[in-house]
């Protein structure tokens, strides 16, 4: 196996973050910077800037080095096909990183490196099949089975745009009851706002709904709910043995988890063989995900 | 490759069916038998009759003999965890087999060997990220994403018994309002004799749908509805590129597949890269896939 130190990129709405890592998955060094506006063709620019910074900090060389990305994605061809929050479609992400890079470079899915990531060195160590759920202001997933992320069509994943309330409040997609515009973190903040009377976020709801607040309950209970009505079809048909809850909302740990297992319970009567759990990895696991990727491509390519 | 005839043996709730197919898949023998009363522990017996039977009508010697059977199957060590039908639990299959064959034995599941019949030589061929659903008197289905057929837990597949409608009609299972409740062929039957007043099937409800009965129209809407409710899920986290649906209700075909895929594309807005086609192998999908097994382990062993 090649020990290659490599560079893994991941391009938020609002931030990039990146790390060098060991062939241990160690990190040796990480940068954060704030993604340009339509940052689309300034990636490959960027991944060079912050591969030599990297390099620089940690006083090693980077292998390789792969950028992940929101939204639709095609891995296989390598490149970006929608984004809405980053305005770009059509992408040729891997193409722009070859442009600006002299080592091997690779692109990807930001939720499903997450999904590796959290394979190789977090909480589903030692599961190969699995549902990652990261909970944040949009909803994706991605999907283990057999220990390979699944990658269909683009869409891959894009559970958060999923009708579960036919006429419900309407989504950033344009469509109406979508999960992302009923159960995120943003959706949430915006009925307990709508609720309370007040500007009000997700985590300031989680701390109503461990004081025992009614209202802030119901709101709580409904999104959890909506949940699992479709992770319950996803988990039943994979045979998933893990749920791994990602995101902010998971740092409200069992006040969010146990209704969830309660919830998904009641859909799948029989099921004994399915753990519900919190990811460990945070909000670094799509950089290291990315780095999964890299190190993969150094051991294919030599 | 090696190109021997196989045996494909497919245990159903009421008929075992079997194939010799040669190394093209062609179909050169097929037997039909009762299932007899609690066949498990007779399944070695059973199955060496038949290939002795096929093999003896087609004058074909078979390589390797392969079972499936419906419930929790657990591929990986050849056990069927579970079948309320046919009423085993934790039988040791593919040892079974061994002990009653000279030749190489497996086993697996009938819908998951139905979806890889249907990718190798049915409706499927060709594309590599599907769902198959055979609508039949119980509800499983079977997922294939990138080329492989998903088997997590013993439980994959058994969408049935995901609860669509809580409190609903009273499941096989036990649980309330599970899809295989609502929406099989069996419970359309139910709920159509129940409007009707008469002792009706779900061939007479597609007849009466068809003719624009009303009532008919909505038990029949209302079931496509619940269909969709968990495919949409599975779809969207998977990015399926295929939904083959198989089972007797579709020889009903537009007459379902029509509001099915709208129902989907209601649930599902954006998609556009989703087929919705009838499965292409009948009631002949398991023991097809069975001999696909069988041939699998042909070349794996030689």
Known sequence: MDRSAVVGVDVGGTR???VLVDGDGEVLAAKVVP???RPGPKLGRVAAG????LEDEAGVPAGALAVVVPGLVEEVVGIARWSANLRWSDLPLTQLLAEHLDVPVTSGHDVRAGLLAEHRLGAARGVDDVVFLPLGTGIAAAQMTGGQVVAGSPWSGEVGHVVVRPG???CGCGAAGCLEAVASAAALGRAWSTASGEERDAEHLAGAVAQGDPAAVQIWQQAVEDLAL???PVISAAGTRLLLVGGGLVLSGDLLLDPLRSALAARLPGRTDLEV????LGDRAGALGAACLAAD?????R
């Not at 759990?277 to 460990?280: D, G």
Request: a positive charge; glycine letters at 4%.
């Open 16 to 18: 990039i973050k990146s």
């Open 35 to 37: 993604t340009p506006s």
């Open 50 to 53: 912050l591969r030599r910074d």
């Open 168 to 170: 419900g409040p309407v």
């Open 230 to 232: 479709v992770l319950a």
């Open 277 to 280: 759990a919190p990811a460990a």
């Open 297 to 301: 491509l150094v051991r294919s390519t």
